[in-house]
């Protein structure tokens, strides 16, 4: 689509952002890509630099305003329902969270996940976001403000850069991507996955960021066995995938939904929007 349309790609996923996990986060890999078409905001960050979700809009919005004022329009790709949202409707005025309330929101979700919901819970009733990502981020917000993180959502939004995209879904049977998974996995372990890992835990970067990153960790630290981390891997992916395929689902607002795996009619279908 980039290519027919002499755009440029811009990445929208939070772990390809950085630089050194390009197998564990199956990032496209820019350097070759950018041959064909340009690819913006893939491995740009070492592993030893946080990014919060305004942090990565102010930079998408740097990378999109070069972009068409250079006449090329923007796909952008992926994955982050905060960076997708935050592209799409802006931002709610949040404070800027200290790195300590930061860290210390994450240690709690990983070493506390019951502790972390009650909290959350009895902070704000409606909470029921309990992906690790989702839950450390209302936690920082909770630490830092002493109020959920729901009531700054209430607030106007403000800073959208691209509020009347047109909203592609590829949403392809779930029985293709447990396919795709299951063989994915093997290779991408193949392909230098654990060395990634290894580097992620001498950065002293958080690994529940990606998953397969803890699970290679606890295998490279002698806890279980290879069988037993690639299970897990693909078991959380595959969990991962349910959760995308509900969010985008009932908070995307898709213009178009592909229920496959795109063909070239798809593509001139999108072309004609």
Request: glycine letters at 6%; hydrophobic letters at 40%; proline letters at 5%.
């Amino acid at each position: 689509l980039a290519r027919k349309i002499n755009g440029i790609i811009i990445n929208c996923d939070s772990v390809q952002i950085y630089k050194g996990m390009e197998n564990i986060s199956a990032s496209p890999l820019p350097e070759g890509l950018d041959k064909i078409v340009p690819h913006k905001l893939f491995s740009i960050l070492p592993l030893t630099e946080q990014i919060s979700v305004s942090d990565y809009l102010e930079l998408a919005r740097t990378e999109y305003n070069t972009a068409i004022n250079a006449g090329h329009p923007v796909v952008f790709v992926g994955g982050t329902g905060f960076y997708i949202n935050a592209i799409l409707k802006g931002m709610s005025p949040v404070p800027e969270i200290s790195n300590e309330n930061r860290d210390k929101a994450r240690a709690i979700v990983q070493e506390y996940p019951d502790a972390a919901k009650k909290l959350l819970i009895n902070a704000d009733s409606k909470f029921d976001s309990f992906d690790p990502q989702r839950m450390a981020r209302a936690l920082e917000v909770f630490l830092e403000t002493g109020r959920p993180l729901s009531e700054w959502q209430s607030l106007p939004r403000k800073g959208a850069i691209a509020p009347d995209a047109l909203k592609i879904f590829i949403n392809p049977h779930k029985d293709i991507l447990i396919s795709r998974i299951a063989k994915r996995i093997p290779i991408m372990i193949e392909n230098g996955a654990m060395d990634e890992a290894r580097t992620a835990i001498q950065a002293g970067w958080n690994l529940n960021r990606a998953i397969g990153a803890s699970e290679a960790a606890r295998f490279i630290r002698g806890e279980i066995s290879k069988s037993e981390m690639m299970q897990n891997w693909i078991i959380r992916t595959n969990q991962y995938a349910k959760r995308q395929r509900t969010w985008f689902r009932h908070q995307f607002g898709a213009d178009i939904e592909i229920g496959h795996i795109p063909t070239n009619t798809d593509l001139e279908n999108v072309l004609q929007k």
